[in-house]
């Protein structure tokens, strides 16, 4: 196996990745006056699951950031997070439960937060590879603020998601290379990120044998 590890100009595509998606939440959130402030809830007990290893990757340069200890703590928290998912599961629920990386509704890792943490709130849509285009209503607070001030929801500003995604893959590309297809597919929480510890890959028979066929 070997860690994924990403590169300095990597990491300055996702910087950019991020600016732009804050940027770009930012500028939806101004214009319906939406923010969280005072919000009885906390978006950071949702099931999430995330699904590049480029994000997986860049959580982990987060956390190796942080003392010992701490991560000690956290990783126990991770692995209580999980149980309680399991359980939830097992009854047949969807889980809900703090993310482990939320102290006392403040984000651990805030600057290596993945997308799904830097998206959920404002109203948006994205086109996905095969044309069909997906639209979220935001949060409840957002959707309230929305039914106030448009007749339909379709009126309402909202962030387009496309092309920062197209990104993301863009760099999930150059950082796995063109075998990406062959590696077994992320679809984890942050808890199961950060317990299974940074991501590797297998190393693929022909990168054993030292050649590289096409495949
Ligand atoms: S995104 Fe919406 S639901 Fe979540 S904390 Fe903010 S206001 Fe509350
Ligand atoms: S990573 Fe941070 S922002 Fe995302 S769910 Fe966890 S605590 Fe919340």
Redesign the pocket.
């Known amino acids: 196996m070997k860690e994924v590890v990403l590169t300095d100009e990597l990491l300055a595509e996702i910087r950019k990745i991020y600016e732009a998606i804050e940027s770009g939440y930012d500028e939806v959130a101004r214009a319906l006056k939406f923010s969280c402030d005072g919000c009885p809830d906390?978006?950071?007990d949702?099931y999430?699951l995330h699904h590049t290893y480029t994000e997986w990757a860049y959580?982990w340069k987060g956390f190796r950031e942080l003392d010992e200890t701490r991560q000690q703590e956290l990783m126990e928290r991770s692995r209580q997070y999980i149980l309680d998912c399991e359980k939830a599961e097992a009854k047949g629920e969807r889980p809900q439960a703090m993310?482990?990386?939320?102290?006392d509704g403040?984000?651990?890792?805030?600057v290596?937060?993945?997308m799904?943490?830097?998206t959920h709130g404002v109203p948006a849509s994205m086109r996905r590879p095969d044309g069909q285009t997906l639209n979220f209503p935001g949060c409840f607070r957002c959707q309230k603020i929305v039914k106030k001030k448009f007749v339909h929801g379709s009126q309402a500003p909202h962030m387009e998601r496309t092309q920062l995604l197209q990104r993301l893959v863009g760099v999930e590309r150059e950082l796995m290379g063109e075998k990406l297809h062959l590696y077994p597919r992320v679809k984890r929480t942050?808890a199961q990120m950060l317990v299974t510890g940074p991501p590797t890959i297998p190393t693929l028979h022909c990168e054993r044998n030292g050649s590289l066929p096409n495949v």
């Open positions: 906390n978006c950071c949702s999430f959580l993310c482990p990386l939320n102290d403040r984000c651990t890792l805030y290596h937060r993945l799904v943490c830097r942050i």
